[in-house]
């Protein structure tokens, strides 16, 4: 198989390099900024990109992620959450920096009824407001009427929101 040493050595430097090479290409998979990660999941040319950050409450759990997403072409606000029903809406409030929450508003509750997307309007709404904002606790509202209640730290946001390929005024032009 081969001819001599210098094709062996060559050999194995070709598969260190794609071992290195497959690392960090996995490991920029997945980047920390600030309070959030970082995500692409692009393949076959199809750019799907995200930021999430978990609530201070649920690391075990798995529910309460804060999670802007690049889909279709456009970004969404995403809340996911423990059980909150198999309805095809969910009623959200959320507060800024310790304010009071607002009215209760009816984001799309995904078919897995563990997670809420925001309407768009509310989307632009709630990214200015968290662009400003250090934190952010959200309330969403299940089945039974159960409200719960997430916290979120909003460091690094704005880095964060600049690394998706989607959004206003975010990503490369």
Not at 141 to 155: I, V
């Amino acid at each position: 198989m081969f001819r001599s040493g210098l094709d062996r050595c060559l050999a194995v430097s070709v598969l260190t390099a794609v071992a290195v090479l497959t690392t960090v290409l996995q490991a920029a998979a997945q980047v920390p900024v600030g309070d959030f990660y970082y995500f692409d999941r692009s393949d076959a040319g199809i750019s799907r990109t995200s930021i999430t950050t978990l609530a201070e409450e649920s690391h075990v759990t798995g529910a309460g992620g804060l999670t802007w997403s690049c889909e279709d072409g456009e970004r969404r606000l995403i809340v996911s959450s423990t059980y909150l029903g198999r309805s095809m809406r969910a009623r959200v409030r959320w507060a800024f920096d310790g304010e009071e929450p607002g009215e209760p508003e009816s984001w799309i509750l995904r078919r897995t009824g563990m997670a809420v997307i925001a309407p768009a309007e509310v989307e632009a709404e709630f990214t200015g407001r968290a662009l400003e904002s250090s934190g952010v606790v959200l309330q969403l509202s299940d089945y039974e009427y159960r409200r719960h209640t997430y916290t979120f730290t909003l460091d690094g946001l704005a880095e964060a929101l600049q690394m998706l390929q989607c959004g206003p005024g975010v990503g490369p032009n």
